[in-house]
């Protein structure tokens, strides 16, 4: 059978660098992890679970105002020297420009596939990317065999965040302060190297997630997206990759659906 875990933090998470610089507050309503960034450190949590395929939801709400030069990140990671990992980084802007969403998407140790949109819409439902599994007939890593942990974490990233370097973090600004509620983790927990759901777990013990694809709705909002916030792709990036796009590129429009990652 899948976890589902609700949103009490303390129990899901532990903080995992810059101490001093997060905090988990309960206000009685829902709780809260605040992660805050100055010149001295940023900070991070991780999730005390890892988990192998799942949908992963978190509400995130990014630094107010002048952000630039910040980077909010909410992220899956797995351990060792050839990680697995699926990335969202918020790259913060001068006030009254819109955030850019960096999306990258790490195999084996490898990353190299990068996206990026504007953020004027609200992610919730509207997927954004999909990255196909074409492990089997193409020998395209995927990952699927390494159980990842969820991350967030707030960081200074002013040599490229924020128009490639040109606009520095303004420090006289700081404590920049990021915060993330509302965690739920409809997914296939790994413990004691075995996943909670096994091959002869029902759809719908496990969630829908197990089959589900975008169809045909979820593909033409992701189009829209694509066609309208999308800022740069690297399977377009010919000055990038003069001797050939990745071999994903070829093969089909490499996408991510939020957290998403069939078997």
């Excluded at 797995?78 to 850019?100: A, K, M, Q, R």
């Excluded at 195999?107 to 997927?127: A, H």
Aim: with cysteine.
């Amino acid at each position: 059978m899948s976890a589902f875990d609700a949103a009490n933090m303390d129990q899901n998470f532990e903080i995992t660098w810059g101490n001093s610089h997060a905090h988990m507050i309960n206000n009685n309503i829902d709780q809260v992890i605040s992660l805050s960034l100055d010149k001295a450190s940023g900070s991070s949590f991780g999730s005390k679970n890892q988990y192998l395929f799942g949908k992963v939801d978190m509400q995130l709400k990014l630094v107010h105002g002048n952000s630039a030069g910040t980077v909010t990140s909410y992220y899956l990671h797995s351990e060792g020297l050839t990680w697995d990992e699926i990335d969202f980084e918020f790259l913060g802007n001068v006030s009254g420009d819109p955030y850019v969403v960096h999306n990258n998407i790490y195999t084996q140790g490898k990353g190299n596939r990068e996206q990026q949109f504007y953020l004027c819409f609200f992610v919730d439902g509207i997927p954004i990317r999909e990255f196909k599994n074409h492990e089997s007939t193409s020998g395209i890593s995927f990952p699927s065999k390494k159980p990842m942990r969820v991350y967030g974490s707030i960081w200074d990233a002013e040599d490229w965040a924020t128009k490639g370097g040109l606009v520095k973090t303004n420090w006289t600004e700081a404590p920049f302060t990021a915060s993330f509620k509302n965690f739920n983790a409809n997914a296939c927990v790994w413990s004691y190297a075995a996943s909670s759901c096994t091959s002869n777990s029902s759809s719908s013990s496990v969630g829908e997630w197990i089959t589900q694809g975008l169809g045909a709705i979820g593909e033409e909002k992701m189009k829209w997206v694509h066609r309208n916030y999308m800022i740069y792709n690297y399977c377009t990036d010919m000055k990038r990759f003069p001797n050939g796009l990745p071999p994903e590129c070829t093969i089909s429009v490499t996408k991510e659906s939020k957290f998403n990652t069939n078997k």
